[in-house]
């Protein structure tokens, strides 16, 4: 009799562990499917995309030990994490190595390749790679923020395209502090001459400040 109790209560522990497993499974499932197809892989490009500014910053300023890189990677630092947060909220793989200069997405490694070859050329260049990077990224956040109507997708995404802006901002003064005139790589002439005219964006992420292009 104390054994078929003993053996009944084992079955009874089972079924509740059952249960509470399909409920946590269903859960994570369910936050997931909240997202479109297109917002899950836009999310999980943005890390990466946020990483492949940070690693081409660092990498960079190794050679050229220039303020504004390091600055910039910091601030990089702050918007991969944002991403990872948002990634953790919903329950979606991180697709982020932690090795620098590495990506899943084979495009963004191309482009990492192609940007630090051309960064490597001079610390002018450097500088030229950093403005080309935040100009694509203003590019890409604007079409993210425009796919969602999720409103802390858009509120992440605001704020990284507020840092991305200063960033320009700062890339740009450094080179023209050089005595040359800068030319938009990617935006159009009106939608640099728009950014560069805007006074500094505050963001919900941590700054440091943006003297020598500390970015947001």
Not at 25 to 48: C, H, N, V, Y
Not at 179 to 200: C, D, K, N
Request: charged share 20%; proline share 2%.
């Amino acid at each position: 009799m104390i054994f078929k109790l003993i053996d009944c209560r084992c079955h009874a522990v089972r079924l509740w562990l059952a249960l509470v497993l399909t409920m946590m499974a269903g859960s994570a499932w369910a936050q997931a499917a909240d997202l479109s197809t297109e917002e899950i892989q836009t999310l999980s490009f943005m890390r990466e995309e946020e990483k492949l500014a940070r690693d081409v910053y660092l990498t960079l300023n190794a050679l050229w030990a220039q303020p504004v890189l390091a600055n910039i990677a910091e601030s990089e630092q702050r918007h991969m994490d944002a991403m990872l947060a948002l990634l953790d909220q919903y329950q979606l793989a991180d697709p982020a190595s932690p090795e620098v200069g590495i990506f899943n997405n084979t495009d963004l490694q191309a482009l990492y390749e192609q940007l630090i070859a051309r960064g490597r050329q001079s610390a002018l260049e450097a500088l030229y790679v950093g403005a080309a990077i935040e100009e694509i990224d203003i590019l890409d956040l604007q079409r993210a923020i425009a796919e969602t109507n999720h409103t802390d997708l858009q509120q992440s995404y605001e704020n990284l395209l507020a840092g991305s802006n200063n960033h320009l901002r700062a890339f740009v003064r450094n080179i023209e502090n050089q005595g040359l005139v800068y030319e938009p790589q990617y935006l159009s002439i009106e939608q640099l001459e728009a950014i560069l005219a805007a006074p500094t964006q505050r963001t919900n992420l941590r700054n440091r400040g943006q003297n020598s292009g500390r970015g947001r």
